[in-house]
């Protein structure tokens, strides 16, 4: 079965360092998220992705945020200038939007992400 | 703020027997339903997902949806000692693009 996949699996950064989160979405979905989890929270959305540009976007998701598709596979999280709360799960996920009800949203396995 | 709501638990069940848990939700416009299981330091895992009032099954979950009173449920029959892990509830409110609004899970232990 096709799966989402993500890069790195555990990323360690100095606080105000830049980071980038690569993922790879299943090849025919059209819709592409990122959503973060903070240890012991909450699964929280952060931005929607549709045909090359933000569809939505959380309160979270401020200019210190910032999503690619640089190419035909890859879907990227670029966070500038991290801070310490930035430290979380982040999970990618894909599906091929409401017009497909049988195709909901797949998971990526996350990257951890630590800011020191 | 739309909001989804979950018990936290924990919900502790015996082996074999029924496993029930429930979310609520605030806004009446949302369109579809999910349930995701999440083991411990790993990603959310899609068990089911519901879109129209009434039960949907598959295998040992059914999904209940009940639209006017905001409710929604998940039922696993014949628990097991695997299905122990935080179960999340997932509403979608979006059109196009399924931005999901999570509930904070319910940890539920199937004792042997």
């Given at each position: 079965?096709p799966?989402?996949?993500?890069?790195?699996?555990?990323?360690?950064?100095?606080?105000?360092?830049?980071?980038?989160l690569?993922?790879?979405p299943?090849?025919n979905?059209?819709?592409?998220?990122?959503?973060?989890?903070?240890?012991?929270?909450?699964?929280?959305?952060?931005?929607s992705?549709?045909?090359?540009?933000?569809s939505e976007k959380?309160?979270?998701?401020?200019?210190?945020?910032?999503?690619?598709r640089?190419?035909?596979?890859?879907f990227?999280l670029?966070?500038?200038s991290t801070k310490?709360?930035?430290?979380?799960?982040?999970f990618?996920?894909?599906d091929?939007?409401?017009?497909?009800?049988?195709?909901?949203?797949?998971f990526?396995d996350?990257?951890r992400?630590?800011?020191? | 703020q739309?909001?989804?709501?979950?018990?936290s638990?924990?919900?502790?069940?015996?082996?074999?027997?029924?496993?029930s848990?429930?979310c609520?939700?605030?806004d009446r416009?949302?369109?579809s339903?999910?349930?995701?299981?999440?083991?411990?330091?790993?990603?959310p895992?899609?068990?089911?997902?519901?879109y129209?009032?009434?039960?949907?099954?598959?295998?040992?979950?059914?999904?209940?949806?009940?639209?006017a009173?905001q409710?929604?449920?998940?039922?696993?029959?014949?628990?097991?000692p695997?299905?122990s892990?935080t179960?999340?509830?997932?509403?979608?409110?979006?059109q196009?693009?399924?931005?999901?609004?999570?509930?904070?899970?319910?940890?539920l232990?199937?004792?042997?």
């Amino acid at each position: 079965e096709p799966e989402v996949t993500q890069t790195p699996s555990h990323q360690v950064t100095q606080m105000g360092q830049e980071v980038i989160l690569r993922c790879v979405p299943i090849s025919n979905h059209l819709y592409f998220y990122w959503y973060r989890q903070i240890l012991g929270q909450k699964v929280e959305f952060l931005v929607s992705f549709y045909n090359n540009e933000i569809s939505e976007k959380s309160e979270i998701f401020d200019d210190q945020f910032s999503v690619e598709r640089p190419d035909g596979s890859n879907f990227t999280l670029k966070i500038r200038s991290t801070k310490l709360e930035d430290s979380a799960m982040y999970f990618c996920a894909s599906d091929r939007g409401q017009m497909d009800s049988n195709q909901p949203q797949h998971f990526g396995d996350g990257t951890r992400l630590s800011i020191l | 703020q739309k909001e989804v709501e979950q018990n936290s638990g924990p919900l502790s069940v015996p082996e074999g027997a029924i496993a029930s848990l429930n979310c609520t939700y605030s806004d009446r416009g949302s369109q579809s339903f999910f349930w995701y299981r999440q083991y411990s330091g790993k990603s959310p895992e899609l068990i089911m997902f519901i879109y129209s009032n009434g039960d949907k099954e598959d295998g040992r979950f059914t999904a209940q949806l009940n639209k006017a009173s905001q409710y929604v449920s998940l039922l696993i029959r014949d628990s097991q000692p695997s299905d122990s892990a935080t179960y999340l509830c997932a509403v979608n409110y979006s059109q196009g693009a399924q931005k999901l609004v999570f509930g904070q899970g319910t940890r539920l232990t199937i004792n042997p």
